[in-house]
């Protein structure tokens, strides 16, 4: 009876440190630290105007920037770039 119960605690203790490192794993290589950019668009010699919008369906905060056209070109499509604010 006691080589039973050694056994089945060594069994958990197997099972509960395999589930623990798994999770600590898969939890440190699927996420990455935010950071905020470093430089703006006006760093590179662009006009742009910060823009700041909640998202749907979440309570986030969405904030980027808007890069309008040159006057003399003709725009074709429109690109959104954003970052979390705080």
Same mark, same amino acid.
């Given at each position: 009876?006691?080589?039973l119960?050694?056994t089945?605690? !060594?069994?958990a203790?197997?099972?509960?440190?395999?589930?623990?490192? @798994?999770?600590?794993?898969? %939890? *440190?290589?699927t996420?990455s $630290?935010?950071?905020?950019?470093?430089?703006?668009?006006?760093?590179?010699? !662009?006009?742009?105007q910060?823009v700041?919008?909640?998202?749907?369906? @979440?309570?986030?905060?969405? %904030? *980027?920037?808007?890069?309008? $056209?040159?006057p003399d070109?003709n725009?074709?499509?429109?690109?959104?770039?954003n970052?979390?604010?705080?």
């Amino acid at each position: 009876m006691g080589l039973l119960k050694t056994t089945f605690t !060594l069994l958990a203790v197997i099972a509960g440190s395999y589930v623990g490192v @798994s999770s600590a794993m898969a %939890s *440190g290589l699927t996420r990455s $630290p935010r950071l905020r950019p470093e430089n703006t668009p006006d760093s590179v010699g !662009l006009f742009y105007q910060d823009v700041t919008f909640n998202s749907r369906g @979440s309570e986030s905060k969405l %904030s *980027g920037w808007i890069i309008p $056209p040159q006057p003399d070109s003709n725009p074709q499509h429109t690109q959104i770039k954003n970052h979390l604010g705080s």
